[in-house]
């Protein structure tokens, strides 16, 4: 076999590497319902119903009542003693009983303390209810209609509120966790309302279920008032395509998805940009955590989220545009004030991969702390979003992460199901994070991120403080003082390239198969498992080689070649240390990238000079020298301003043809020196 067709076999081994890193994911699983359109936003936010409730639910015990109120203020207790003898005379025990007999708006339904577990519910249905015909999502479950869901209101939830208007649910006790609704991992949802505008829920707890507690679909005006939502597969509080809604001094936490999830939020502002006439959901006063993220939104479009906190889950606060069959796609618009967003740095995917997760939900040990995250997370980071528009995150703290303060990254359409070219570049634009305490607590104590910013570089608009501490990218487009002014703005259409791949190869998990990404330090890869570090090390080798034998064949003995060839070398070492995830967020990666580009532009004055036959090699290689220069530039000074694509891109793909060339060119024949003229040997 001769020397060029073992180095091109070579060659393509390893560049077969190089590919396999880069391979794309599955898409990720995520909530699934039937079609449904958003309100047409004639509605309001329901006010809490006064005087005394129409309804009222209880338990019989009168003695295990009284044990319940005991420790309750005197006039609490006297009032809940009260309605519980009118409960036992007229009352019912269990909560979708008193549901089933709301017969007109405005009406409320008081739960005295105690257990509800709804046991007429629970059992698994019968007869036509249990031969549904209806599509399955990818998490197993039916997606029913609206019709189906009155037909069989138990197949799903334990109970159901389907269609009924301005109606409060509200528990008497002194606390959220005197009234507790349990379905026990039993149902979907604990508490369901579908089409029902204006209601209102208040002071209870909603627990144990296979996908979420309190779930509100379809319905314009809603309230949630002091209530408590844990241990669920997926959500703790799910309202979607729904408007007029208000959450307040709610808690959730033991959530394999969200806390708080307003998915698909009414798209009221499409088409703006920051002055908005109003929002359709606002969150104030919550408490979510211990869940794999505290916040997150599908389409959480004209979200308001203030004063709130979010702290020890995997993530803060997510948004996306990364999953289809969610009505208002691409996000845009949600407003964070006032936050407290820290120290989310659980990791919770080892209950994924020693099993704990493939148990049965009743076995899986929720109420002892256990987490199985559904979809893919950064653990460590603050406030991630993945594809959103005009996002506004001013004034809030940012502390306390072991990844990153702030994470922003682009989502092209086609993940969502839209094929159009014209929309793939359609997130991330316009977000603004000013104004916000990084690394430092309210007390004004330094609780430092380990990186403030972690942006994959594409979007135009987007801006950020000119006070960040260490970032990646190590320099930002700087917001102005004013919305919309921005200082060094840029305009990529993607994102850097080995950012893209770590996002590619983190995106493939699945907590059901126990697929945990090997490339991915999400899910604990560190060192030479990291992709990033693979791809620089799979570059390296590539380079070293080729340029090695390009240098012993070809340019041995030039002083040039040799100095460039040492920078080169120097350049790729430090170019595989500062691929590692601690020193990233450093000049490192600019340093490495200065040297190659001094190695590349030294080379190729070295090939102007030794292979005079071949001036486009050369030139190509000082062309690759100076995009290198500008990648350096770009990453460590100022991005360059309004460019389609980041020289990393340009660099990359002009790499690959130098590295085909330097093969040809190293595998050629040296052409014998022409002979002496012997006529003018003569004279």
Sequence with gaps: MSWTRRFVLALSAVLTVLATALSTAPAAQAHEERPVTLPDGSGSVPAAHTGEPDLLVCKTGRAAFERRVAGFPAALKARN???????????????????????????????LPGLYEEEPSLPAPTGACAALKAPRSALGYQILSYAQQRQCPHNQNLVAILGKKDLQIEGTGASRLDVVVDARYAKLNALRADSSDGVYFRNF??????????????????????VLTRWNDEYGFLTFASDHGLYKNCESYGNGDSGIYPGSASDINDGRGYDVPRHSIEITGCHSHHNMVGYSGTAGDSVYVHDNEFDHNMGGA??????????????????????????????????????????????????QGVVCPQISMPPGTGIITAGGNWNLYENNWIYGHRRAGVF????????????????????????????????VDRAGHARPNRTDVWWDGQGSGNCWQSDTGTTTPYTLPVCGPRRGDVTGGTGRLVGEPVKLAQLLVCADYDVRARRLPAGCDWYGAHGIRRVETQLALGVAAVLTLVGTVLWRRRLRGSRLAGTAALLGLL???????????????????????LLTGLAWTGLGLALRTRLPRRPAFAWTTIALGA?????????????????????????????????????????????????????????
């Design 81 to 111: 003693l009260a309605l519980f003898d009118r409960c036992v005379r007229q009352g019912y025990r269990h909560l979708q009983q008193a549901v089933d007999a709301v017969d007109r708006p405005g009406m409320t339904i008081a739960m």
């Design 571 to 593: 350049g790729l070492a430090l170019d595989v240390a500062a691929s590692t995830r601690s020193l990233t967020p450093t000049p490192l990666p600019a340093l490495a990238l």
């Design 318 to 367: 997510s948004m996306d545009s990364a999953f289809p069959g969610h009505p208002g796609l691409p996000q845009n618009h949600a407003r964070f004030e006032r936050n407290l967003i820290h120290d989310n740095n659980e990791d919770y995917y080892p209950y994924v991969a020693d099993g704990t997760c493939a148990r049965p939900p009743v076995d899986r040990g929720y109420e």
């Design 408 to 439: 922003l990254s682009a989502v092209p359409a086609f993940i969502r199901g839209e094929s159009a070219w014209g929309k793939q570049a359609d997130t991330s634009h316009h977000n603004r994070y000013a104004g916000n305490h990084l690394g």
């Design 205 to 226: 707890t909603a627990q144990r279920t296979t996908f979420n507690s309190l779930y509100v679909l379809a319905s314009d005006g809603f309230v949630i008032d002091d």
């Design 627 to 683: 995009l290198t220069l500008l990648d350096a530039f770009d990453k460590a000074v100022l991005m360059i301003p309004w460019i389609p694509v980041g020289p990393a891109w340009v660099r990359g793909l002009l790499g690959v043809v130098w590295v085909l060339w330097a093969v040809v060119v190293t595998g050629a024949r040296r052409r014998p020196a022409p002979s002496p003229d012997p006529a003018g040997s003569a004279a």
